[in-house]
């Protein structure tokens, strides 16, 4: 079946570090990857995507690349803030006729 | 331009009763999908609705039921709850069927059950 695996947290880290949060995928087919951020009591918000192999997506200093030769979809930032501090969450996209699947999410605390 | 939307913010029920839970989608979008996210999870598919009919369902039981109107907006119903049914349901919206369009999320239902 199809499914993402995140890297557990939680990730703690000064304010000004650098980031990866890991994300591996298994997909019967060429998924669309998807980084979403949910801060404390709200919703999800897309933070970027990619729709093809080698594509980067990026986003408020945020980047991933979609690497089809080891199924990964990593994110990082090269300095992360206080307001960063959010849970983000992996997810892939078949197609239009699919749902998207989800990874169990990484909470990430940016200390100043 | 209002995104998606979704009614009520929270929501208190007990054991054995039935829920109804409602969504605007974000204007343009004609697709409508709902998550089921417990605690500390991620997202959990429930099912999507397109053109007035429910298109893919997850793994969830017939308690879980939806409809769309036609103007897209989208309702879920949940019946005979359970104290597991407690969660953050989310709606989210996308224009059509189409291969890594974006699906847009509302702010969610807080459900809990006693």
């Known amino acids: 079946g199809n499914s993402v695996t995140q890297m557990e947290g939680p990730v703690t880290l000064s304010e000004e570090a650098f980031l990866t949060i890991n994300c591996t995928y298994t997909?019967?087919?060429?998924?669309?990857l998807f980084w979403y951020v949910q801060y404390p009591g709200e919703g999800l918000q897309l933070l970027l995507k990619?729709?093809?192999?080698?594509d980067k997506g990026s986003n408020k200093g945020f980047e991933a690349t979609y690497r089809k030769e080891t199924t990964s979809f990593h994110l990082e930032k090269g300095s992360v803030q206080v307001s960063d501090s959010a849970v983000y969450f992996c997810?892939?996209?078949?197609?239009?006729?699919?749902?998207?699947?989800f990874g169990k999410g990484t909470r990430l605390s940016v200390i100043a | 331009d209002a995104g998606v939307t979704q009614s009520p913010t929270h929501l208190i029920k007990t054991r054995g009763q039935q829920v109804t839970l409602r969504c605007s989608p974000k204007?343009?979008?004609?697709?409508v999908s709902w998550y089921q996210q417990a605690l500390g999870q991620g997202p959990q598919f429930i099912f999507q609705?397109?053109?007035?009919?429910?298109?893919q369902r997850g793994n969830f039981p017939d308690r879980f039921s939806g409809h769309q109107f036609p103007n897209y907006s989208s309702e879920l119903n949940v019946n005979a709850l359970l104290l597991g049914d407690s969660a953050l349901y989310l709606c989210?919206?996308?224009?059509?069927?189409?291969?890594?369009?974006?699906?847009?999320f509302g702010p969610g239902t807080r459900l809990l059950v006693l």
């Open positions: 989210a919206s996308s224009p059509g069927q189409v291969r890594g369009e974006t699906q847009y």
């Open positions: 997909a019967t087919g060429y998924p669309s």
């Open positions: 990619a729709t093809k192999a080698d």
């Open positions: 997810a892939l996209d078949l197609s239009g006729n699919t749902p998207l699947v």
């Open positions: 204007s343009g979008h004609d697709t």
């Open positions: 609705y397109y053109e007035e009919e429910e298109r």
